[in-house]
C-alpha cells in the first residue's frame, strides 16, 4: 500500500493521545499499583514494629517516622483506591485517570495512513521486553565485555523503538558503543568493563 | 559590597583558568546538543555525566552540570521554533510562538530572538543569584533544627503541588519517596531499619543510581511503552540564517524578557517549580502586559522573548535554594546535589559558611557561562539542527546504554545499574498512572535530613509544644501546606490554559 503524501513533519503511527492510540485499561492498572502501594506500606508497618521502643533522650525513636510515613502512604493509597468505587455507589462515576502525555498532541498533523506494526505489539509487553534487553545488557556487559555487550543491547533497544529499520540495528550499535568505549576510557578516564 | 566584588573577581579568575573553561564550554555545548536531540533532557544529560562529574573538582562538576542545564534550555528552543517538537515540556510555549514564525519564513529571526532572550535571561538569573544566595545561606544557616524541618517540608511539599493535579496521588508519592530514604543505619540510634540482613542496604539506597532509575530510566520504558508510533521527523528543516537582530527587534522583545525574566527567577527559587511553570507564568503575564497584540499563539515575537527568558533565568534560579538551602530547586539539580555529595560537600547553608570559595567560584563560572552561551549558542546552531532530525529511537538507545555505564561507573557495582533498572519501571508505571516522580526523587533525596531534623529538634524544644510554638517552623507549615493546595489549583489552571494556546497552533 503506498504511503500517503508526507508533510514536513510525519509520524509513524498515532501519535500518543489520539484516539486510535493503543491502551490497556487504564482504572485496572491504577488500581493495581495502588494496592501494591497498600502492600508496602503494610509491609513497612509490619517490619517497623520489630523496632526498639523509645528512649529517654529521643522522644520518637525509630519507629515513629517510618510508622507514620507508612500510615500516610497507606491512607492516600486507599482514597485513590476507594474513591472510584464510592462515586460509583453514590451515581457519580469519576472521569478516567489522565494518561500521562510526555509530548503534546500536534494539531492538523499528517500521518501515515499505514501503520508500522510494532515488535512486540502490545505497550505493556514492549516494557517488559525492554526491561528484558536491559537486564540482558547488564549480565552479558559482565560476560562478554563492554563493546560486544552494547552492541547487542542497543540493537535490542532499536528493535523495541523502531523495528522498521534493519541497517540501524547493526551499524549504530556498533558505532556508539566503540566511541562511547574510546571516549570514557581514553578521554573521560572512565573505567569501563 | 567591596569584599562581594572581591570575591567575586577572585571567583572569575579562577572560572577564566584552562581546565575551567574547558568543562564550561563542554558543558554549554552538550547540554545545546542534548536539548536539541530528541528524547534527552538536561536532567538525563546531567545524569550521564555524572561518573565523569564526581572525578572533577567539587567546582569543575558544578561548571559542567550547570552549564548542560543552561544550555540545554536554549537547544530546547532550537528544536522547538524550527522543527515544532518541545525537547521538554518547558520549551511547549516555545513550540506555540516559536514554531509558526518558522513556518512563514522568519526562522532565521525566531532564533535570534531565542538566543537573545536566552543569554539575557541567563544574565539577569546570574546577577540575582550572586546577589541573593549569600545573604539567604546566612540567614539559613541561623535556623534551627525546627526551621530546617518546616524548610525542608516546604521544598518537599511545594514541588508536589506544583506537578500534580490530584492531592492523594503527590501525597503518596512523597510518602512512599520518603520510605526510601528510610533503609539503612538510623543515625541517631544507630539500628538498622529495613535492611533485611543484606549489607549492601546497611548504608542506605544508593542515590545516584535510584535517582537516575526514577528520573532518566523511567524514559526508556515511556519510550518503549510508546514503541515505533513516537515522532520521527525526516526532513531537516530549512532556514535563512540571520546574522543579527534589527533595532526593532531589541525594542519590541526588551519589556517581555524583563517580564520573563522576573517571573522565570522568582517561580524558579521554588523548589519543584522549576522552568516549565516559569515559562508559564511568563506567558501569560507578557500576554495581560500587551493586551493590544493580536499574534499571540500565531509567532509573537514578545511571547517568544518572555517564554525563553524564563526559561534560562528559572534554570539559574533553581540554584537558588540548591546552594542556599540544600533543597533541590528541579529534578536536575538533585544530581548536582548528589555529585557535590560524593566529594563530601552537601549543598546548603553550611556551604556559604565552609567553603565560600566554591560559591564564589561557581559565581564566576556562572558569569563566563553567560558568554559562553552567546558564542556557543550562536556557532552550534547548525549541528543542533542536524542533531534534531537524528531518530528519536537511536538517541533512546544511546541514552539507555549511558545511563547504564553512568550507573556502574561509580561505585563498579553491578547491583547499583539492577537498582536503577528496577526504580527506572516503578517510576514508569506510578507516572503511567499519574503519581508525580519528581516529588518522590526530591522526598528521597531529603527524606533522612526530614526526619533528623524532626527528631533532634524535639529533643532540643523538649517536645512538640516548643516544636511547633516557634513561629517560623509554624508558619512554614501552614505555608507548605498553603502552597501545596495552590499550585494544584494553579496546576490545573494551567494545564487547561495550555490546551486552549495548543488548540490555537496553525
Known amino acids: 500500500m503506498p504511503l500517503a503524501k508526507r508533510s514536513p513533519q510525519r509520524l509513524n503511527g498515532p501519535p500518543f493521545g489520539h484516539p486510535d492510540y493503543p491502551g490497556p485499561d487504564v482504572r485496572t492498572g491504577e488500581a493495581v499499583w495502588t494496592f501494591i502501594l497498600i502492600l508496602i506500606s503494610v509491609g513497612s508497618i509490619v517490619t517497623v514494629s520489630s523496632l526498639s521502643v523509645l528512649t529517654a533522650h529521643d522522644p520518637l525513636g525509630p519507629r515513629f517516622f517510618p510508622l507514620v510515613i507508612s500510615l500516610i502512604l497507606m491512607g492516600a493509597a486507599l482514597v485513590i483506591l476507594l474513591k472510584p468505587i464510592l462515586a460509583m455507589a453514590l451515581g457519580h462515576p469519576t472521569p478516567l485517570p489522565r494518561k500521562p502525555e510526555s509530548s503534546p498532541p500536534l494539531a492538523g498533523v499528517d500521518w501515515q495512513l499505514v501503520k508500522p506494526k510494532p515488535f512486540p505489539e502490545r505497550p505493556l509487553v514492549r516494557v517488559a521486553f525492554m526491561g528484558a534487553v536491559c537486564s540482558a545488557y547488564v549480565v552479558l556487559m559482565d560476560v562478554v565485555g563492554y563493546i560486544p555487550a552494547t552492541v547487542l543491547g542497543m540493537a535490542g533497544v532499536l528493535l523495541i523503538l523502531d523495528s522498521q529499520r534493519t541497517r540501524r540495528l547493526i551499524i549504530a550499535p556498533a558505532a556508539s558503543a566503540i566511541s562511547i568505549y574510546l571516549l570514557f576510557t581514553n578521554v573521560l578516564h572512565v573505567r569501563l568493563p | ?506
Do not use: C
Request: glycine share 12%; hydrophobic share 55%.
Open chain 2, 1 to 506: 559590597m567591596s569584599e562581594l566584588f572581591q570575591n567575586l573577581s577572585e571567583g572569575i579568575a579562577a572560572a577564566s583558568g584552562a581546565q575551567a573553561l574547558l568543562y564550561l564550554s563542554l558543558g554549554t555545548l552538550l547540554g545545546i546538543l542534548i536539548g536539541a536531540a530528541p528524547g534527552i533532557g538536561p536532567t538525563i544529560g546531567m545524569a550521564v555525566m555524572l561518573p565523569v562529574a564526581v572525578r572533577l573538582s567539587p567546582e569543575n562538576a558544578v561548571f559542567l552540570l550547570v552549564s548542560i542545564t543552561v544550555g540545554a534550555a536554549f537547544g530546547n528552543s532550537l528544536t522547538s521554533i524550527l522543527v515544532g517538537v518541545p525537547g521538554s515540556p518547558a520549551a511547549l510555549l516555545t513550540v506555540v510562538e516559536g514554531h509558526p514564525l518558522h513556518l512563514r519564513g522568519e526562522g532565521g529571526r525566531a532564533l535570534q530572538i531565542a538566543l537573545v532572550s536566552s543569554v539575557l535571561g541567563q544574565l539577569a538569573g546570574v546577577i540575582l543569584f550572586i546577589a541573593f544566595v549569600v545573604p539567604l545561606a546566612n540567614i539559613a544557616v541561623r535556623l534551627l533544627l525546627p526551621e530546617q524541618f518546616g524548610i525542608v517540608m516546604f521544598g518537599i511539599v511545594t514541588a508536589a503541588g506544583l506537578v500534580t493535579r490530584s492531592p492523594w496521588k503527590g501525597i503518596a508519592a512523597i510518602a512512599l519517596g520518603l520510605l526510601l530514604a528510610i533503609p539503612g543505619q538510623d543515625a541517631i540510634t544507630g539500628q538498622s531499619r529495613f535492611t533485611f540482613g543484606w549489607g549492601y542496604l546497611q548504608s542506605g539506597l544508593p542515590e545516584i543510581p535510584v535517582i537516575m532509575g526514577l528520573l532518566a530510566f523511567k524514559e526508556i520504558f515511556a519510550a518503549a511503552a510508546k514503541g515505533p508510533s513516537a515522532f520521527e521527523i525526516r526532513e531537516r528543516p530549512e532556514f535563512k540564517f540571520q546574522p543579527w537582530l534589527p533595532g526593532r527587534d531589541w525594542r519590541a522583545i526588551t519589556i517581555p524578557v524583563i517580564v520573563g525574566t522576573t517571573a522565570g527567577l522568582i517561580i524558579g527559587i521554588v523548589p519543584g517549580a522549576g522552568a516549565m511553570v516559569g515559562s508559564f507564568v511568563a506567558y501569560q503575564a507578557i500576554k495581560m502586559l500587551l493586551r493590544r497584540h493580536t499574534d499571540w499563539g500565531r509567532g509573537s515575537i514578545a511571547g517568544l522573548a518572555a517564554v525563553d527568558s524564563a526559561q534560562n533565568s528559572g534554570t539559574t534560579g533553581e540554584l537558588i535554594p540548591t546552594l542556599a538551602l540544600g533543597i533541590p530547586g528541579a529534578p536536575a539539580m538533585v544530581i548536582l546535589m548528589a555529585a557535590l555529595a560524593t566529594q563530601g560537600i552537601y549543598a546548603g547553608p553550611q556551604l556559604a559558611r565552609d567553603r565560600p570559595e566554591l560559591l564564589y567560584n561557581v559565581f564566576g563560572g556562572l558569569l563566563i557561562g553567560v558568554l559562553l552561551l552567546a558564542v556557543l549558542g550562536y556557532a552550534s546552531i547548525s549541528p543542533a539542527i542536524y542533531l534534531s532530525t537524528v531518530s528519536p529511537a537511536v538517541t533512546m538507545a544511546l541514552t539507555m546504554v549511558l545511563i547504564v555505564v553512568g550507573s556502574f561507573a561509580l561505585r563498579w557495582q553491578l547491583l547499583d545499574v539492577w537498582m536503577s533498572i528496577g526504580f527506572g519501571l516503578l517510576a514508569y508505571f506510578l507516572e503511567r498512572y499519574g503519581y508525580p516522580i519528581a516529588p518522590m526523587a526530591l522526598a528521597f533525596i531529603l527524606g533522612r535530613l526530614l526526619e533528623q531534623s524532626l527528631r533532634r529538634g524535639l529533643i532540643m524544644t523538649h517536645g512538640w509544644g516548643g516544636f511547633l510554638s516557634r513561629p517560623l517552623t509554624l508558619a512554614l507549615l501552614v505555608v507548605a501546606l498553603m502552597a501545596f493546595v495552590g499550585g494544584i489549583q494553579m496546576n490545573r489552571r494551567m494545564a487547561r490554559r495550555a490546551a486552549q494556546d495548543s488548540a490555537l497552533r496553525p
